[in-house]
């Protein structure tokens, strides 16, 4: 089936430093979203980019849905402690009228040192 | 708002029997409920989509005698692995989307169900 590329499939890196990650697909998508889980919870919707081009910002975290459409990044400035945590991309396409189901990237795991 | 619940949050139990998880919309009404399974340090993968009042949608792969679903209200879905065994252990995740807006997602907080 459908597969999203993530990348990196992990980060390690300083408090204080930004971070950047992104998704990219064969296919286009007419949403973008990406979520946070932590260790045995669900994920949490971070946010959610409905149109190509759209730049989006929530707190500390932005995020851009690609010009073609097959293509997302997020970005964590100032990475604190707790933002630590796997992150995932997802896609999701209109069928018919509906919407499809979400496709997942395989997640990007953060570590942050304190 | 949007807040899904999931009961219970861990399960033991022994190879043979079956096990019930409920996934609640406690806060809106969820047209469409969706159940995910994730080995560990692993993506989710889509088992199923419901409806409420209608027959579940399973992905290709999924045993639909194995993995009962019933969507019976707007605000509950429940996932019943039926005859477990050992290889059913997983964490089983939940969404529910709303009807109208964008039919975002919201995931419940996940089962971690283990079979002795």
């Known amino acids: 089936g459908q597969q999203l590329n993530q990348s990196p499939q992990s980060m390690f890196i300083q408090e204080g430093e930004d971070v950047s990650m992104n998704c990219t697909s064969s296919?286009?998508?007419?949403?973008w979203l990406w979520y946070k889980q932590d260790p045995g919870e669900g994920p949490v919707l971070l946010i959610a980019?409905?149109?190509?081009?759209e730049l989006t910002s929530n707190g500390r975290l932005t995020a851009q849905f690609g010009i073609t459409r097959k293509d997302s990044f997020l970005n964590i400035s100032a990475s604190i402690p707790s933002d630590v945590g796997i992150y995932f991309c997802a896609g999701q396409m209109y069928y018919g009228g509906s919407q499809g189901n979400l496709i997942f990237g395989k997640g990007t795991k953060l570590s942050v040192k304190p | 708002g949007a807040v899904v619940s999931q009961h219970p949050s861990r399960v033991i139990c022994k190879s043979g029997t079956s096990v019930k998880i409920e996934c609640r919309s406690l806060d809106f009404q969820a047209t469409t409920m969706f159940w995910y399974r994730q080995f560990p340090k692993k993506s989710l993968m889509l088992m199923a989509t419901?409806?409420?009042?209608?027959?579940?949608?399973?992905e290709q792969g999924v045993e639909k005698d194995k993995f009962l679903i019933n969507h019976a209200s707007l605000t509950l879905s429940t996932l019943t692995v039926t005859s477990a065994h050992p290889e059913d252990s997983s964490f089983y995740i939940c969404?529910?989307?709303?009807?109208?807006?964008?039919?975002?997602?919201?995931f419940g907080p996940g089962t971690r169900l283990t079979v002795l």
């Open positions: 419901s409806n409420e009042g209608s027959k579940a949608t399973y």
């Open positions: 980019l409905y149109k190509a081009g």
């Open positions: 969404s529910a989307s709303r009807a109208g807006g964008y039919n975002e997602q919201f």
């Open positions: 296919s286009i998508f007419n949403t």
